[in-house]
């Protein structure tokens, strides 16, 4: 008999949970999704160092699940709540593997060190091409650690000059309401403060659009849709 109780005691407090949660702050969740025919995708060449790169890559730049939500999009808050919130106190790394950026897309405080790695057995170069920041031109050995701080809050592009399909983007955050979205498209901001909000979601492929949102006291759900293009 105790088999069967025990799941009713975690569904117990996860309740207690999300009830404290709501106390504290309200959330807002939502999916980012693409509208229209999907585009067709190229695989992308593999011109030299194809025993480390392999032949081809999948070109990483529109990732859709089966519902056609939108990975990698990055959604910000464009009047951040005062006082609110404070940026994890994580380590952003960026590493190369088989000539592929991972992950392709990270999130940096504007002012913060970021650390570019390289796994591979060969040589990778970082060419950060900012439009507000200082642009890095670096080789990069295998094994090396390159830090790199980027001060200005913008989306930066990242290139290998030796490997021309490699792509990724840092994203500077001016502050820590910025999210990635997942593989289905979800993003979520906790414990924000009821308001109105105005959010920015940015895809490399799909552009950039604006939306409103008004949070209250109960969790928000809403949907962003990014047109194919
Ligand atoms: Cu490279």
Redesign the pocket.
């Known amino acids: 008999m105790r088999r069967i109780r025990l799941p009713g005691v975690a569904f117990a407090s996860l309740l207690w949970l999300s009830a404290s949660c709501v106390a504290a702050g309200a959330s807002l969740k939502g999916t980012v999704v693409m509208t229209g025919p999907v585009p067709p995708q190229k695989k992308l060449e593999v011109t030299n160092n194809q025993y480390t790169c392999g032949t081809e890559k999948e070109p990483g730049d529109l990732i859709l699940s089966a519902r056609k939500e939108v990975s990698n999009a990055v959604v910000w808050i464009d009047n951040p709540p005062a006082g609110a919130g404070s940026f994890k106190d994580a380590k952003v790394e960026m590493d ?1 593997k088989a ?1 592929v950026f991972i992950p392709r897309i990270v999130i940096v405080p504007a002012g913060e060190t970021m650390f570019f790695l390289n796994s591979d057995r060969l040589l ?2 970082i060419h950060a091409t900012p439009s507000l920041n200082v642009a890095i031109n670096k080789a990069q050995p295998r094994n090396r650690s390159i830090p790199a701080t980027f001060v200005k809050p913008e989306i930066v592009r990242i290139g ?1 000059d ?2 021309p399909w ?1 792509t990724a983007w840092v994203v500077v955050a001016a502050h820590p309401w910025y999210a990635i979205t997942g593989p289905e498209g979800q993003f979520a901001f906790d414990n924000l403060p009821p308001g109105q909000y105005k959010l920015n979601a940015w895809h490399e492929r799909l552009g950039k659009v604006e939306m409103n949102a008004t949070v209250g006291e109960q969790p928000a759900q809403i949907r962003i849709e990014m047109k194919a293009r």
């Open positions: 190369q000539c990778h170069n290998c030796l490997h490699m």
